[in-house]
């Protein structure tokens, strides 16, 4: 059974940071580009950032450029989200998924449970 279980979550001030975690277990994700998206109350899903499967091509939505990495580790089935300069439009929930034919689309097979994100101003 595929499982992808985020970690990391929780309340932070504007400009503080959070690293979310994106364990999957049940097959090897390292082939694969992964994603993370997030989703703030009344709003849809938003595409966040996606990472290639070497790890050597990343995308980000224009909101967070400059301010979230995304990056993996293959040894430990692991995505990581480094969020710094948190601002309190980066509330949401966060959720990872993989393998993705086109992250930005939210074309993903595997979705997680997701993590809350809370940016106090």
């Known amino acids: 059974q595929v499982q992808l279980v985020e970690s990391g979550g929780g309340l932070v001030q504007a400009g503080g940071s959070l690293r979310l975690s994106c364990a999957a277990s049940?097959?090897?994700?390292?082939?694969?580009?992964m994603g993370w998206f997030r989703q703030a109350p009344g709003k849809e899903r938003e595409f966040v950032a996606a990472?290639?499967?070497?790890?050597?091509?990343?995308r980000y939505v224009d909101s967070v450029k400059g301010r979230f990495t995304i990056s993996r580790d293959k040894a430990k089935n692991t995505v990581y989200l480094q969020m710094n300069s948190l601002k309190p439009e980066d509330t949401a929930v966060y959720t990872c998924a993989g393998p993705c034919v086109q992250a930005t689309m939210g074309y993903c097979d595997y979705w997680g449970q997701g993590t809350q994100v809370t940016v106090s101003s």
């Open positions: 049940g097959r090897t994700f390292s082939s694969y580009t």
């Open positions: 990472i290639s499967w070497s790890g050597g091509s990343t």
